[in-house]
């Protein structure tokens, strides 16, 4: 069986919904969306509280990451997402963007076309803001943005007790100053999930030039002459591109595709029996994400959203939810955060908090049996660079997924300040009514050393990983900053792949603002 598009799209989440949408916006285009997992119907999928649920397995491909050698070999619970909507779909719906000096120093790197300035117009191109406007916030978009619908009492001691040692509130982290303790804005719209298959492809699934197949794994890229003309599903069902093979499966499932295409190091996909179409040691390698640490206290009173964790009250909540749109269900969980510097000579925040309004809300992370509070911490510049490389052949196995956290000192020293900075501002004077005591790391962890021991036994992925595909100029860039794959004609990579380093924050709403700019570009380019 075989089927002709115009554009074949492999990757149905945060950039690939984006650009579905916007390409399909011409009538004389036909566009098909591939998406390996299922659909979101699921009603964890809408409701914010949701959540809790996916880092737990659901939408998920249900990888780990191999031991981590700096790490004394801790393996990390690595979700992706496999749901259409992709990580949009399964996030804790954070919008943020990152600092403006993130794309300046793209562009510095050659990345022509990537300076804030040139971002800026895409993230409020894609932005239904309901509380900004003017330069950086746009109102007029298909994508939910919106202010917390249900914080807590706790959430204004947090900012009481972050300002107590130096760090200002700060209304939008997201405008003209990233620095400060803040309620993050969410992807949300009307106390529900505003994922990127929710904004941009549900609202358009009748277009009869947009198909969108679910439950369609890629095998391989069809590859004549150094062109993409196609793709190969599973099933052994062909699928052919006209135009172009646009590739946005994430910064695991993007080189993970072109390595089982003969596309990657050329030695270690010989080693596994795959014939090498082209030698590019770069697909899969500069792997970048941020570590997550936490400090966990237990709480004096019913003062986080753990209470509703007894089955009665969740059906309370579940009842004030259906009635009201508040409550812990309207609750992204982790709404609550800011920016602020572990290194006070940094050239802008390098850590990021988020306040969770309860206790083992993420696969792995401790729970308090009474009630209580976490307070995460990531350090936002990592220098440690890992890898995504295949174990076999077979497109059904687990990638190698090699964070290399803490390679570098600086990460390790980095992060453990941070950690200290989450147990000073829970030991605060305005927390005090809240919080009966800290419990992790807890009053033994006193060295560095120590401190140390305790985030190889208690940490986690951000769920914020890029790089494996960076764009840039010269030979060993993967891609070019038109996002078009070196040494490969008619394939276009535009997903987490391309950053040539992360973000200074969450990644989901950078990765919308690609799938914007690309769907420009390739509509400049082919004159549509």
């Given amino acids: 069986m075989s089927e002709s598009y115009d554009f074949v799209i492999i990757g149905g989440g945060s950039a690939g919904s984006v650009i579905a949408s916007r390409l399909s916006e011409n009538p004389d285009v036909s566009v098909c969306l591939l998406e390996a997992g299922g659909s979101d ?27 981590q050698k700096h790490m004394q070999n801790k393996v990390f619970t690595y979700t992706q997402a496999k749901v259409i909507g992709g990580g949009s779909a399964i996030n804790a719906q954070i919008y ?87 309620f993050y804005q969410l992807t949300q719209k009307n106390a529900r999930r505003s994922s990127a298959a929710m ?50 499966s994430g910064a695991i499932g993007s080189p993970r595709l072109l390595q089982l295409s003969g596309i990657g190091p050329a030695d270690d996909l010989r080693a596994l029996g795959i014939d090498v179409t082209l030698d590019q040691a770069q697909v899969g390698a500069n792997l970048q994400d941020h570590l997550d640490l936490y400090c966990i206290a237990e709480v004096s009173g019913p003062h986080t959203y753990d209470r509703f964790a007894k089955p009665h009250l969740s059906a309370l909540a579940a009842l004030q939810y259906l009635f009201t749109r508040k409550g812990p269900v309207a609750s992204s969980l982790f709404e609550t955060g800011g920016f602020w510097y572990a290194d006070e000579n940094a050239r802008s925040p390098d850590l990021q908090l988020h306040l969770g309004l309860g206790t083992g809300i993420e696969a792995g992370v401790a729970a308090m049996p009474e009630g209580g509070v976490t307070l995460n911490s990531c350090y936002l510049r990592p220098r ?5 490389r295949l174990q076999s052949a077979n497109p059904t196995m687990p990638p190698l997924i090699d964070p290399n956290y803490c390679a570098d000192p600086q990460d390790r020293a980095m992060s453990i300040r941070g950690l200290k900075l989450t147990q000073l501002i829970l030991a605060q ?8 005591a800290e419990r992790l ?71 919308i603002m690609i799938g914007e700019k690309a769907a420009d570009m390739i509509r400049e380019d082919h004159g549509i």
């Fill in 384 to 388: 440690s660079r890992g890898t995504v």
């Fill in 441 to 511: 790391p807890g009053p033994d962890v006193q060295t560095d050393d120590d401190y140390f021991n305790f985030i190889c036994q208690h940490s986690k992925t951000s769920h914020h990983c890029a790089g494996t595909c960076a764009m840039g100029t010269g030979e060993s860039a993967v891609v070019t900053p038109r996002l078009t794959f070196n040494g490969i004609e008619k394939l276009r990579v535009a997903d987490a792949s391309i950053m040539p380093s992360v973000v200074s924050s969450n990644t989901n709403a950078p990765t």
């Fill in 96 to 182: 943020t963007r990152g600092h403006p000096l993130d794309y300046d120093e793209w562009r510095q790197q050659g990345c022509t076309g990537w300076a804030y300035e040139d971002v800026l117009p895409y993230f409020r191109k894609s932005e239904g803001n309901d509380s900004f406007s003017g330069r950086y916030h746009g109102q007029e978009g298909p994508l939910g943005v919106s202010r917390p619908a249900a914080p807590l009492p706790i959430c204004d001691a947090y900012f009481e007790a972050a300002q107590a040692l130096g760090i200002p509130l700060n209304p939008d982290v997201t405008g003209e100053v990233q620095e400060g303790a803040a």
């Fill in 429 to 436: 004077e305005p927390l005090k009514p809240f919080i009966k």
């Fill in 199 to 248: 904004a941009f492809l549900h609202p358009n699934k009748r277009r009869p030039n947009l198909t969108v197949k679910l439950g369609a794994q890629v095998r391989r890229l069809i590859l004549e002459k150094g062109r993409a003309t196609g793709v190969e599903l599973l099933d052994r069902s062909l699928i052919h591109a006209g135009t172009e093979v646009i590739l946005s």
């Fill in 41 to 67: 119907r699921y009603p964890f999928f809408h409701l914010p509280a949701g959540f809790a649920k996916m880092t737990k397995g659901i939408g998920s491909w249900g990888w780990t990451t191999t031991p």
